[in-house]
């Protein structure tokens, strides 16, 4: 029996693939369709003949013409839709031509590039690409989901209402392609199946003036709306999703400052929900965070951190940081004491809350008014000076807020400042690598929210939240988990941390490089899996989680891989929606 759990787990992705598809039909499935790869047999079997040339091809030559295709495309833009193009074509050879070349292409298919093309949304639209919901139709919600799937058929949605996207603020309904190119992500990094995705925009309106001045903006022309109906929509959303896909995990990205919280907090006892851009961040960071720790030879519950930016990423990262001391023995009080949280007012401090301008993240961590009684609680530089902090995180969007000033003062105090300049684009960091190294005269131990090269033979680590939630998200689909807890999370933090390179040489980057992704991502989802069975949240039976070798090869089993498998014809009238090609954002 124990043979049997690791040669049929429950979402084993191996063997022969049930194909009820023909002809023409069979050539415009994405999940099907091999092109020029499909095999004599195949092309008789299928009614392909005469549908393709001549040639038999492999999956590697056919990587090589794709790869010069896309070399051909001048621009980072012209390279994405080209890309979104093949998707729309061939499943199987978009995802291995990424994953041939992911460090090139990870730009394109995603951050920056992706913004600019969820900017121009509506200007470059060829094909519906995901799941549509209109704020004013919530009694349409569970008719439109059931057309997704049944309860057996979907493991992992991402939703977004578009108010906050990549840095780059409301996009509307443009905001569908952050769901898209973050379930891309999933199957890439954290081989989940590409049939058994759905990615969500929920249209409220936006907020932008172009877009609403824009003749072919598709999405609702009237501005966001918020409150009681936006709340009740929501509602009937999340309860529609637990009620319709019981075994699927619900990721919310991109959510406004005012939304993003209240929504995680409140639904999470409700279903397994993730917010990446509060824990996503909050995991990748704090991994961060513990390798450096370990660099300096530090405990982690030592440290003390200012985070400047106090919105959803800051305050998850605030959030995680807290978490892991409460397990390591602090107090949730002692825990929040060792955080100093500055935003538009300067340091947060609890006389800020009146009229309810603290929002319910940032409450925990305002720190008491008689502590800055005549102090400067305005000056990033002066708030180092008087907290003398290890780390600094910057979620900002504020270029050059990490002044000359402000480093130099933090380097007096600490020997190797922790210091994370974490905002994107490029253009928003809060102090550029050259000079953080500059001025803390090569001391300083840095993460960066986008890629950037070595500094003086130090490897900048980036703070590539694709490095974690692909991992966490496999661990909680393959567990089955009831809820994503704080635990699992923790869990999440250790296992990317004891990947850094960093331990192994200082000058290495404190982060493990996203072409080893699968591999981290896999060892990610076993500590995941391992957290979600020891608090009982795990509801698949017999996962082999007391022995690490055997739950590798048990997660390894069920991670989708971008392969040709073999197809078995079926008849159509007696096959399921998968093998109709009628599931996925692919589907017929």
Same mark, same amino acid.
């Given at each position: 029996?124990?043979?049997?759990?690791?040669?049929?787990?429950?979402?084993?992705?191996?063997?022969?693939?049930?194909?009820?598809?023909?002809?023409?039909?069979?050539?415009?499935?994405?999940?099907?369709?091999? =092109?020029?790869?499909?095999?004599?047999?195949?092309?008789?079997?299928?009614?392909?003949?005469?549908?393709?040339?001549?040639?038999?091809?492999?999956?590697?030559?056919?990587?090589?013409?794709?790869?010069?295709?896309?070399?051909?495309?001048?621009?980072?833009?012209?390279?994405?839709?080209?890309?979104?193009?093949?998707?729309?074509?061939?499943?199987?050879?978009?995802?291995?031509?990424?994953?041939?070349?992911?460090?090139?292409?990870?730009?394109?298919?995603?951050?920056?590039?992706?913004?600019?093309?969820?900017?121009?949304?509506?200007?470059?639209?060829?094909?519906?690409?995901?799941?549509?919901?209109?704020?004013?139709?919530?009694?349409?919600?569970?008719?439109?989901?059931?057309?997704?799937?049944?309860?057996?058929?979907?493991?992992?949605?991402?939703?977004?209402?578009?108010?906050?996207?990549?840095?780059?603020?409301?996009?509307?309904?443009?905001?569908?392609?952050?769901?898209?190119?973050?379930?891309?992500?999933?199957?890439?990094?954290?081989?989940?199946?590409?049939?058994?995705?759905?990615?969500?925009?929920?249209?409220?309106?936006?907020?932008?003036?172009?877009?609403?001045?824009?003749?072919?903006? %598709?999405?609702?022309?009237?501005?966001?709306?918020?409150?009681?109906?936006?709340?009740?929509?929501?509602?009937?959303?999340?309860?529609?999703?637990?009620?319709?896909?019981?075994?699927?995990?619900?990721?919310?990205?991109?959510?406004?400052?005012?939304?993003?919280?209240?929504?995680?907090?409140?639904?999470?006892?409700?279903?397994? %929900?993730?917010?990446?851009?509060?824990?996503?961040?909050?995991?990748?960071?704090?991994?961060?965070?513990?390798?450096?720790?370990?660099?300096?030879?530090?405990?982690?519950?030592?440290?003390?951190?200012?985070?400047?930016?106090?919105?959803?990423?800051?305050?998850?990262?605030?959030?995680?940081?807290?978490?892991?001391?409460?397990?390591?023995?602090?107090?949730?009080?002692?825990?929040?004491?060792?955080?100093?949280?500055?935003?538009?007012?300067?340091?947060?401090?609890?006389?800020?809350?009146?009229?309810?301008?603290?929002?319910?993240?940032?409450?925990?961590?305002?720190?008491?008014?008689?502590?800055?009684?005549?102090?400067?609680?305005?000056?990033?530089?002066?708030?180092?000076?008087?907290?003398?902090?290890?780390?600094?995180?910057?979620?900002?969007?504020?270029?050059?807020?990490?002044?000359?000033?402000?480093?130099?003062?933090?380097?007096?105090?600490?020997?190797?400042?922790?210091?994370?300049?974490?905002?994107?684009?490029?253009?928003?960091?809060?102090?550029?690598?050259?000079?953080?190294?500059?001025?803390?005269?090569?001391?300083?131990?840095?993460?960066? =929210?986008?890629?950037?090269?070595?500094?003086?033979?130090?490897?900048?680590?980036?703070?590539?939240?694709?490095?974690?939630?692909?991992?966490?998200?496999?661990?909680?689909?393959?567990?089955?988990?009831?809820?994503?807890?704080?635990?699992?999370?923790?869990?999440?933090?250790?296992?990317?941390?004891?990947?850094?390179?960093?331990?192994?040489?200082?000058?290495?980057? %404190?982060?493990?490089?996203?072409?080893?992704?699968?591999?981290?991502?896999?060892?990610?989802?076993?500590?995941?899996?391992?957290?979600?069975?020891?608090?009982? %949240?795990?509801?698949?039976?017999?996962?082999?989680?007391?022995?690490?070798?055997?739950?590798?090869?048990?997660?390894?089993?069920?991670?989708?891989?971008?392969?040709?498998?073999?197809?078995?014809?079926?008849?159509?009238?007696?096959?399921?929606?998968?093998?109709? =090609?009628?599931?996925?954002?692919?589907?017929?």
């Amino acid at each position: 029996m124990a043979d049997k759990k690791l040669e049929e787990p429950p979402l084993a992705v191996k063997g022969d693939l049930e194909c009820a598809l023909e002809g023409r039909a069979l050539l415009n499935s994405s999940v099907f369709n091999k =092109g020029s790869a499909f095999t004599a047999e195949e092309r008789k079997t299928f009614g392909l003949q005469g549908m393709l040339p001549n040639r038999v091809q492999t999956l590697e030559e056919q990587v090589e013409r794709a790869y010069g295709q896309y070399k051909d495309r001048d621009g980072h833009m012209s390279k994405n839709m080209f890309m979104a193009s093949m998707k729309y074509q061939n499943d199987v050879l978009y995802y291995k031509l990424i994953e041939s070349h992911i460090k090139e292409m990870f730009p394109v298919i995603y951050t920056p590039t992706e913004g600019d093309a969820i900017e121009a949304y509506s200007h470059i639209f060829r094909r519906p690409d995901g799941c549509f919901l209109n704020i004013h139709e919530p009694e349409q919600i569970d008719s439109i989901l059931a057309e997704w799937g049944t309860a057996d058929e979907i493991d992992y949605i991402v939703a977004t209402d578009g108010e906050e996207i990549l840095g780059i603020g409301d996009q509307g309904v443009g905001g569908v392609l952050i769901s898209t190119a973050k379930l891309v992500l999933m199957t890439l990094c954290g081989g989940i199946h590409p049939n058994r995705v759905l990615p969500v925009v929920i249209d409220c309106g936006t907020n932008n003036q172009d877009l609403l001045k824009d003749e072919l903006y %598709l999405g609702l022309r009237q501005p966001r709306i918020y409150g009681k109906q936006y709340d009740d929509f929501m509602s009937r959303f999340v309860h529609s999703v637990k009620e319709r896909f019981p075994k699927a995990v619900l990721h919310l990205e991109d959510f406004g400052l005012g939304n993003a919280r209240k929504l995680l907090e409140k639904y999470r006892p409700v279903l397994p %929900l993730f917010n990446d851009d509060i824990q996503g961040t909050g995991v990748v960071t704090l991994a961060a965070i513990n390798a450096a720790a370990w660099v300096t030879k530090m405990d982690l519950g030592d440290l003390r951190m200012v985070v400047f930016g106090a919105g959803s990423a800051g305050a998850g990262i605030a959030d995680q940081f807290r978490d892991a001391l409460i397990q390591g023995g602090k107090t949730k009080d002692e825990a929040n004491k060792q955080v100093w949280l500055v935003d538009k007012p300067g340091l947060l401090l609890q006389s800020h809350d009146q009229d309810n301008k603290l929002t319910s993240a940032q409450k925990p961590y305002a720190r008491a008014d008689s502590e800055w009684e005549n102090k400067d609680s305005t000056s990033l530089a002066s708030i180092i000076a008087e907290v003398k902090p290890h780390v600094l995180v910057g979620c900002s969007t504020k270029p050059g807020a990490f002044t000359e000033s402000a480093i130099r003062e933090m380097s007096k105090h600490v020997e190797r400042p922790i210091i994370f300049p974490l905002s994107n684009p490029t253009r928003l960091h809060e102090a550029n690598p050259e000079d953080l190294y500059t001025w803390t005269d090569g001391k300083v131990l840095m993460a960066t =929210g986008s890629p950037f090269p070595p500094v003086h033979g130090y490897e900048v680590a980036e703070c590539n939240n694709a490095t974690a939630f692909p991992g966490i998200g496999l661990g909680a689909v393959l567990s089955r988990a009831s809820s994503v807890s704080d635990k699992m999370l923790v869990a999440a933090v250790k296992a990317l941390a004891a990947e850094s390179p960093a331990l192994k040489d200082p000058k290495k980057g %404190l982060l493990p490089d996203i072409t080893d992704v699968r591999y981290i991502s896999k060892k990610i989802a076993c500590a995941v899996i391992k957290a979600a069975v020891e608090e009982g %949240l795990s509801t698949t039976p017999d996962i082999p989680a007391e022995d690490d070798a055997r739950l590798e090869e048990w997660v390894g089993m069920q991670m989708w891989e971008p392969v040709y498998r073999p197809l078995k014809k079926i008849d159509a009238d007696t096959a399921s929606r998968a093998a109709k =090609g009628e599931l996925g954002v692919g589907r017929r």
